[in-house]
């Protein structure tokens, strides 16, 4: 199995456009979340999608959206981009929502630049 | 709201030395504490956690309410472990996990 995989790996975007990051789970995992890193900095939880619904909304803008394939695969939208959308964002899925201890397992991420 | 401190960014040990990153949390209820490691060019991955009170590459970790703090420890040190260090905390009831800032840790020869 390769882990969770995200497309692309490097991203550049000018501010105002509008940018899809994918990801897909490790097989048999069902929940899916993303966080996003900005350099120098802890991930930040930005959304949890479980069985195709929202599970989990961090604090971001609406700007941001993401939703969940019956694959179990998803994407991350983020309209409207600002230079401070520049960062790494990481895709992480576990078999269920991460409750009673289940293990996330991330992804390599897709490194976003907005100039 | 739940917040997650790590105030070294960086430490800076010998081989063979001991090394603790010291990790403090706040949250009203009972949360669930985490450590993730990134060695370079890797992904995050899970060191160990609280509920399974295991050791892992000779990293143990204590959560103590008390003082609301979960540090890593280790008593020697290698070189290997030089990596990116990040705690992290998760609600009992919620879904989402509130990452520190990390703590860079070095490994001298």
């Known amino acids: 199995d390769a882990g969770v995989t995200q497309s692309p790996t490097h991203l550049i975007k000018t501010r105002g456009q509008q940018v899809t990051l994918r990801c897909s789970p490790i097989s048999g995992h069902k929940s899916v979340s993303w966080y996003q890193q900005v350099l120098g900095q802890g991930p930040q939880f930005i959304f949890q999608y479980y069985e195709k619904e929202e599970r989990g909304r961090g604090n971001f803008p609406d700007r941001f959206s993401a939703r969940q394939f019956p694959n179990y695969s998803s994407e991350l939208n983020v309209n409207a981009l600002l230079l401070g959308d520049s960062a790494l964002y990481l895709c992480?899925?576990?078999?269920?929502?991460?409750?009673?201890?289940?293990?996330?397992?991330f992804g390599p991420g897709t490194r976003l630049l907005v100039l | 709201a739940q917040r997650v401190t790590q105030p070294e960014k960086l430490l800076s040990v010998f081989k063979g030395a001991p090394v603790e990153l010291k990790c403090n949390y706040s949250?009203?209820?009972?949360?669930?504490l985490f450590w993730y490691v990134q060695y370079s060019r890797q992904r995050l991955q899970l060191l160990l956690r609280h509920i399974s009170r295991e050791s892992i590459k000779g990293f143990t970790a204590d959560l103590n309410k008390g003082e609301t703090s979960f540090h890593l420890k280790k008593p020697f040190a290698q070189e290997e472990d030089s990596a990116m260090y990040y705690c992290?905390?998760?609600?009992?009831?919620?879904?989402?996990?509130?990452f520190g800032g990390g703590t860079r840790v070095l490994v001298k020869p």
């Open positions: 992480a899925s576990s078999l269920l929502p991460a409750k009673g201890g289940e293990t996330q397992y």
């Open positions: 992290a905390l998760k609600e009992a009831a919620g879904n989402k996990l509130t």
């Open positions: 949250y009203s209820g009972s949360p669930e």
